[in-house]
């Protein structure tokens, strides 16, 4: 451990990693973590239909008719698989891969709708709150048969999110948590790139893979710089760290990425197959045969694993026999005399043969979008010196992309840990025993509070203009207190500034919260603010004019907290919010 560590009360710590396509949960035992905080368990899920066991199951959830909660991941996609057999599966609410509706989403209102697989609608709340739910109890039945008479105070829980996602779209994670059992107070959002980042350094140095010939103990020295690549099915989230002396970690450059994760590999195949049987017989295979559909999906899913740069055997995929008919019906020509086969492929009874380069191909954009981004990241300032690259997540398993970055930054050291798709969920387990261990963090935005200043002539719009005990004031200023890009200490209250109520009448001060991508704003309703929410400090009991309020902002991870102090009495306000 660290030297200061702090090391969380609670008996267990569990981490819930929602993805793209798949999730699952780890948890880890604070007497454990004590002894080697690489120590982390997880369930072991049936892959429904599909051989095997896995540490994640696939991220699909199935309400019934009335919409009350059904099933999850494997489980759901069969019993939704099974209803489209029997035609029984029109009114059901079937929702897959449905986490990347909120990446983007600079507002999202409570009654925002997330749309099924057979176009029917839900409350998204009540989807993402139904899934973490179902992951919540499924731990607490897991460990009662290890663990009698847990309480759910003995449990701090840990929820991933990306961390290139805006501000509402945490936030809303949060509430869909709180709405599917877990409290704030038993609450912490991880960082997925973060979160791997200590997985890895908690890692022996044997399971790792690197390029370079360097090991894991010498990338994780004090003094060493790494950029962690965070791939996984929808996002690609992109960090840089450093190892202080007391080996807690410390980032030097702000979060950053794209939706250029393994999903778009699937995007591309489906654009494969559009050009071969044209869109209206795609939409029509999509609507009428759902259970093909979603097979076809299986099998794509299990078999772009297998593709490599170097391989020189051919992809093959079995085509349901219903794609060919829905193409006839269309076209009104069978499928099989249409069909020219050629160097690059062939169909061969009920399969599609894809020879190795255009096999490839279907990585080839978001590959380059990764290796593009990389390029000019790597000629930021606080960047230019990191010469090690750290792979963690599912798309950063396939093969295509190991290449691909080992290609383009061939005097980097490229690290890909063991089981790289679990970095994150594991390392989500560590970070809940000790969620200080990452200081500073580099601010992604600029915040401030909504307040009246002096009205500046010739620079403030004149419908902000207002008068107030005859002095000149404009509405809707931007009062900054941290800038995009500063490094923050965890939970150290910062730019403290003074500020005072408008009108001696007021029994109170409300401040509106707001944060914004620009380095400068001037104005809360700029394009790039989002409000936060509201601070209210209470001056009923302050008499006279001494009325000030030093007001500071301490952050911690993906919380911001407000502190404000009545200098007359010396009262201490605080509240949290999100962001």
């Given at each position: 451990?660290?030297?200061?560590?702090?090391?969380?009360?609670?008996?267990?710590v569990a981490a819930i990693d929602?993805?793209?396509?798949?999730?699952?949960?780890?948890?880890?035992?604070?007497?454990?973590?004590?002894?080697?905080?690489?120590?982390?368990?997880?369930?072991?899920?049936?892959?429904?239909?599909?051989p095997g066991l896995s540490l994640?199951?696939?991220?699909?959830?199935?309400?019934?008719?009335?919409?009350?909660?059904?099933?999850?991941?494997?489980?759901?996609?069969?019993?939704?698989?099974?209803?489209?057999?029997?035609?029984?599966?029109?009114?059901?609410?079937?929702?897959?891969?449905?986490?990347?509706?909120?990446?983007?989403?600079?507002?999202?209102?409570?009654?925002?709708?997330?749309?099924?697989?057979?176009?029917?609608?839900?409350?998204?709340?009540?989807?993402?709150?139904?899934?973490?739910?179902?992951?919540?109890?499924?731990?607490?039945?897991?460990?009662?048969?290890?663990?009698?008479?847990?309480?759910?105070?003995?449990?701090?829980?840990?929820?991933?999110?990306?961390?290139?996602?805006?501000?509402?779209?945490?936030?809303?994670?949060?509430?869909?948590?709180?709405?599917?059992?877990?409290?704030?107070?038993?609450?912490?959002?991880?960082?997925?790139?973060?979160?791997?980042?200590?997985?890895?350094?908690?890692?022996?140095?044997?399971?790792?893979?690197?390029?370079?010939?360097?090991?894991?103990?010498?990338?994780?020295?004090?003094?060493?710089?790494?950029?962690?690549?965070?791939?996984?099915?929808?996002?690609?989230?992109?960090?840089?760290?450093?190892?202080?002396?007391?080996?807690?970690?410390?980032?030097?450059?702000?979060?950053?990425?794209?939706?250029?994760?393994?999903?778009?590999?699937?995007?591309?195949?489906?654009?494969?197959?559009?050009?071969?049987?044209?869109?209206?017989?795609?939409?029509?295979?999509?609507?009428?045969?759902?259970?093909?559909?979603?097979?076809?999906?299986?099998?794509?899913?299990?078999?772009?694993?297998?593709?490599?740069?170097?391989?020189?055997?051919?992809?093959?995929?079995?085509?349901?026999?219903?794609?060919?008919?829905?193409?006839?019906?269309?076209?009104?020509?069978?499928?099989?005399?249409?069909?020219?086969?050629?160097?690059?492929?062939?169909?061969?009874?009920?399969?599609?043969?894809?020879?190795?380069?255009?096999?490839?191909?279907?990585?080839?954009?978001?590959?380059?979008?990764?290796?593009?981004?990389?390029?000019?990241?790597?000629?930021?300032?606080?960047?230019?010196?990191?010469?090690?690259?750290?792979?963690?997540?599912?798309?950063?398993?396939?093969?295509?992309?190991?290449?691909?970055?080992?290609?383009?930054?061939?005097?980097?050291?490229?690290?890909?840990?063991?089981d790289a798709g679990l970095a994150?969920?594991?390392?989500?387990?560590?970070?809940?025993?000790?969620?200080?261990?990452?200081?500073?963090?580099?601010?992604?935005?600029?915040?401030?509070?909504?307040?009246?200043?002096?009205?500046?002539?010739?620079?403030?719009?004149?419908?902000?203009?207002?008068?107030?005990?005859?002095?000149?004031?404009?509405?809707?200023?931007?009062?900054?207190?941290?800038?995009?890009?500063?490094?923050?200490?965890?939970?150290?209250?910062?730019?403290?500034?003074?500020?005072?109520?408008?009108?001696?009448?007021?029994?109170?001060?409300?401040?509106?919260?707001?944060?914004?991508?620009?380095?400068?704003?001037?104005?809360?309703?700029?394009?790039?603010?989002?409000?936060?929410?509201?601070?209210?400090?209470?001056?009923?009991?302050?008499?006279?004019?001494?009325?000030?309020?030093?007001?500071?902002?301490?952050?911690?991870?993906?919380?911001?907290?407000?502190?404000?102090?009545?200098?007359?009495?010396?009262?201490?306000?605080?509240?949290?919010?999100?962001?």
């Amino acid at each position: 451990m660290a030297a200061g560590e702090t090391i969380s009360e609670s008996l267990f710590v569990a981490a819930i990693d929602f993805g793209t396509t798949f999730s699952g949960y780890a948890f880890g035992n604070r007497n454990d973590y004590k002894d080697d905080p690489s120590k982390v368990a997880g369930c072991h899920w049936s892959m429904g239909s599909q051989p095997g066991l896995s540490l994640k199951t696939p991220s699909c959830i199935l309400f019934d008719p009335e919409q009350n909660f059904d099933s999850f991941g494997g489980e759901a996609e069969d019993k939704y698989t099974e209803l489209a057999q029997e035609e029984e599966h029109g009114d059901w609410y079937f929702f897959r891969r449905f986490k990347m509706q909120l990446y983007g989403k600079e507002e999202l209102s409570k009654d925002f709708m997330l749309e099924g697989e057979n176009g029917l609608q839900m409350p998204a709340i009540k989807v993402f709150a139904e899934s973490i739910k179902f992951l919540r109890t499924h731990f607490e039945d897991h460990i009662k048969n290890k663990v009698d008479a847990i309480k759910p105070r003995d449990v701090e829980w840990v929820l991933t999110v990306p961390a290139i996602w805006p501000d509402p779209a945490k936030k809303f994670m949060k509430e869909a948590a709180n709405a599917g059992g877990i409290p704030n107070s038993r609450l912490i959002l991880a960082l997925e790139p973060e979160a791997a980042s200590i997985y890895c350094k908690n890692l022996p140095v044997d399971r790792t893979l690197s390029s370079g010939g360097r090991s894991t103990l010498d990338a994780f020295a004090p003094g060493t710089q790494y950029l962690i690549l965070d791939a996984g099915g929808g996002t690609v989230d992109i960090t840089v760290q450093e190892i202080k002396d007391d080996g807690d970690i410390k980032q030097i450059y702000m979060a950053n990425g794209g939706d250029w994760g393994g999903t778009k590999v699937d995007e591309a195949f489906d654009e494969f197959l559009t050009e071969i049987v044209g869109s209206d017989t795609v939409d029509k295979f999509r609507k009428d045969d759902k259970v093909d559909y979603l097979g076809l999906c299986r099998e794509f899913e299990v078999k772009k694993r297998s593709i490599r740069p170097d391989s020189t055997a051919k992809l093959t995929i079995r085509m349901p026999l219903s794609l060919s008919e829905r193409f006839q019906e269309v076209k009104g020509v069978s499928l099989k005399s249409s069909f020219k086969s050629n160097k690059s492929m062939s169909w061969v009874g009920d399969k599609l043969r894809v020879d190795p380069d255009t096999a490839n191909k279907f990585f080839e954009e978001p590959c380059q979008r990764i290796v593009d981004h990389l390029k000019d990241l790597f000629q930021k300032g606080a960047v230019v010196d990191t010469d090690i690259i750290l792979m963690v997540g599912g798309f950063s398993e396939s093969p295509v992309l190991q290449a691909a970055i080992k290609s383009a930054f061939q005097s980097k050291t490229v690290i890909i840990p063991e089981d790289a798709g679990l970095a994150v969920l594991k390392g989500a387990v560590q970070f809940g025993f000790n969620p200080k261990v990452i200081s500073p963090r580099i601010l992604r935005y600029t915040f401030g509070f909504g307040t009246n200043m002096q009205f500046r002539p010739h620079t403030d719009p004149e419908d902000k203009k207002h008068f107030t005990n005859n002095k000149m004031y404009c509405r809707d200023r931007f009062g900054k207190h941290v800038a995009r890009g500063e490094p923050m200490e965890s939970e150290e209250v910062t730019n403290k500034k003074t500020y005072n109520p408008l009108k001696e009448t007021q029994s109170k001060i409300e401040l509106p919260i707001y944060s914004s991508r620009s380095e400068d704003p001037q104005y809360v309703d700029e394009a790039d603010c989002t409000y936060i929410g509201k601070f209210e400090v209470d001056l009923s009991n302050v008499r006279g004019s001494d009325r000030e309020v030093e007001i500071g902002m301490r952050f911690g991870g993906t919380d911001l907290a407000v502190e404000a102090i009545v200098k007359s009495t010396g009262q201490k306000i605080e509240a949290n919010f999100s962001f």
